[in-house]
């Protein structure tokens, strides 16, 4: 098999979380060292997870404003290059530190996926290019969760309806960093988006469902269009899946989808096994 990244994506409930865990399992029964990062992972190697962003004025700031924490938090302080990182939940996490709501809440005003989408671009770019420099040398095969596709779509389209061909080049642009690695994409595909979203919404906790429709609706392409509530969701959903689609086949790397509208594990694993006998 000759891959180092193998890359998950599809809508939420589709079924990209068991999948990329099956493939992991297959790979490792083979004896393949194997490294599987799945959605919102604080110590993903190629995305940010709960990071904020800080320049080194905004950074004085705040140190002045918790000077009680400044030794704390410029302990955590990550450098990449003019960027000061901020890993604020990992920091909670580690420390517990529960009673710094304030301060939390804060630093996730400036989540890297709360900044403007050319800033976001290129930090996230940036991670990339470094993930796949040292993957390249790495004895692992990584298998990602839906961050390649899932996140430039939804801080382009779903947080702030950019032009679409923005977030295609700015995907496309990830693919061509990757290709040393020789990857593949394995689009996981429902194609009765409502049942799949309405599943999601019954089987996972009401905040989870309540966000997700605000997010989805309150800014961005849902709020230019005017819509709302569940239907509204799923309307932004579709348009996802649309521009997904389009950019799933003008990638230029290894390539698959798997149907997955019976959530059957056998008939996923039959079709996992024969794709990676094709790579």
């Excluded at 298998?143 to 080049?169: H, M, R, S, W």
């Excluded at 799933?248 to 694993?269: G, P, Q, R, V």
Aim: proline share 3%; glycine share 6%.
């Amino acid at each position: 098999m000759n891959t180092k990244l193998i890359m998950v994506e599809g809508l939420p409930g589709s079924g990209k979380s068991t999948i990329s865990q099956l493939i992991t399992d297959m790979l490792g029964e083979q004896g393949m060292n194997v490294q599987l990062f799945q959605e919102g992972h604080l110590e993903h190697p190629a995305d940010y997870e709960s990071v904020a962003c800080y320049t080194e004025k905004e950074l004085d700031q705040l140190l002045s404003t918790y000077e009680e924490y400044a030794e704390l938090l410029k302990s955590r302080v990550i450098q990449n290059g003019n960027d000061c990182l901020i890993p604020y939940q990992k920091i909670k996490n580690e420390l517990g530190l529960d009673e710094l709501d304030k301060l939390w809440n804060e630093l996730s005003q400036k989540d890297i996926y709360e900044l403007p989408f050319e800033q976001n671009r290129r930090i996230i770019t940036d991670k990339w290019d470094r993930f796949q420099r040292e993957a390249l040398i790495s004895d692992s095969i990584f298998v990602f969760e839906c961050c390649f596709i899932q996140n430039p779509l939804t801080a382009g389209t779903v947080k702030y309806n950019v032009q679409k061909q923005e977030v295609i080049d700015y995907v496309m642009q990830l693919g061509e960093l990757m290709k040393p690695l020789h990857p593949l994409i394995i689009y996981i595909d429902q194609p009765d988006i409502r049942s799949v979203f309405e599943k999601a919404v019954r089987e996972r906790p009401k905040t989870w469902s309540d966000g997700f429709i605000d997010y989805y609706t309150q800014q961005g392409l849902g709020k230019a269009k005017g819509y709302y509530g569940l239907g509204g969701t799923i309307q932004v959903l579709e348009e996802r899946k649309n521009i997904e689609l389009e950019i799933f086949d003008l990638l230029n790397i290894s390539k698959a989808k798997i149907d997955n509208s019976e959530y059957n594990i056998k008939t996923c694993k039959e079709d996992i096994t024969k794709i990676l006998k094709s790579i």
